[in-house]
């Protein structure tokens, strides 16, 4: 019994951090059709963020659930400025020019903090199930992944935002008619989408320490998840979550971490063939 609870637990773990490092790209992808080769830098820089505030005196939470995602949005809203605003509906420059700047990130923090792993303690200790322990940090990143959810289906169905950004990304010259300007919203929404990334590299530091080449590990499961998942931002993501997550950490255990890692990508194709549109296109066309 102790052994199940603990891997239950493990597999919502699993699902929990495939969710927290998808999302932000769910967000940029899902409402403004970009392919933000960055994606994994955004996550790279929240983690940095996390880290050396906490290096500075300040608590580790205010650093992961606070500074982290501040800084990385103000960094994602000047490069929307900057570059992403100019590559709208531009499919191939924008991936280029994200993929540059994925490049630039890395090499820039590369130059800062050299290219070495850091890291910062992990909170709370461990808790001991049955003979078994499990660190209580766990559980706070499963809280954390659904009070994602939860505010972003809170702001998406029931804030004005949150229609303005659905009704930018089906229409934007309606929105643009009824007087609201499509550009500033796109502007938002990127910042917001790289925010929740810098969410999600401020929570992992702990876990998995940071180091300027750390992106390149989560952009490749965050894609496969996001498209995976389909149009639907939190149906979408959550559901390919659910899957991949469990699949990932059931076959990890029985077998090794990297046969787990094999097996999600033999499940994204199988999945990918069966249902093109994503798991949301074929059965939560209507979700959010």
């Known amino acids: 019994m102790a052994l199940t609870t603990v891997l239950f637990l493990q597999v919502l773990t699993s ?27 955004f996550i790279m820089l929240g983690g940095y963020a996390a880290v050396k505030s906490n290096q500075l ?10 500074v982290a995602p501040a800084v990385v949005g103000l960094i994602g809203l000047v490069i929307e400025q900057v570059l992403i605003s100019r590559l709208y509906g531009r499919l191939v420059e924008s991936m280029l020019a994200t993929w540059g700047l994925s ?61 303005l950004a659905r009704g930018t990304m089906q229409n934007p010259d309606m929105v643009a008619a009824l007087g609201y300007n499509p550009h500033r919203i796109y502007a938002v929404t990127f910042a917001v989408g790289a925010a929740v990334s810098g969410l999600a590299g401020g929570l992992l530091a702990p876990v998995t320490g940071v180091i300027p080449t750390m992106g390149a590990a989560f952009v490749a499961k965050a894609f ?60 939560f066309r209507r979700g959010v």
Do not use: C
């Open 224 to 283: 496969i998840t996001v498209i995976s998942g389909g149009s639907a931002i939190i149906v979408g993501t959550g559901s390919a979550s659910i899957f991949f997550g469990t699949i990932n950490q059931v076959v990890s255990y029985a077998f090794t971490p990297g046969i787990g890692e094999a097996a999600l990508l033999v499940a994204a194709i199988v999945l990918l063939r069966i249902l093109p549109e994503g798991i949301s296109g074929r059965f």
């Open 57 to 66: 005196g300040v608590n580790p939470w205010v650093g992961m659930l606070l």
């Open 103 to 163: 490049l630039f990130l890395t090499g820039l923090v590369t130059t800062i903090y050299g290219n070495t792993t850091e890291g910062m303690p992990t909170p709370l200790g461990t808790i001991n199930i049955g003979g078994y322990g499990l660190g209580a940090y766990n559980l706070a990143l499963i809280v954390a992944a659904l009070s994602v959810l939860v505010a972003i289906y809170a702001v998406l169905r029931f804030t004005r935002w949150g229609v």
């Open 15 to 41: 699902i929990a951090t495939i969710f927290l490092f998808s999302v932000g790209l769910a967000i940029v992808f899902g409402m403004m059709r970009v392919i933000n080769l960055a994606h994994g830098e």
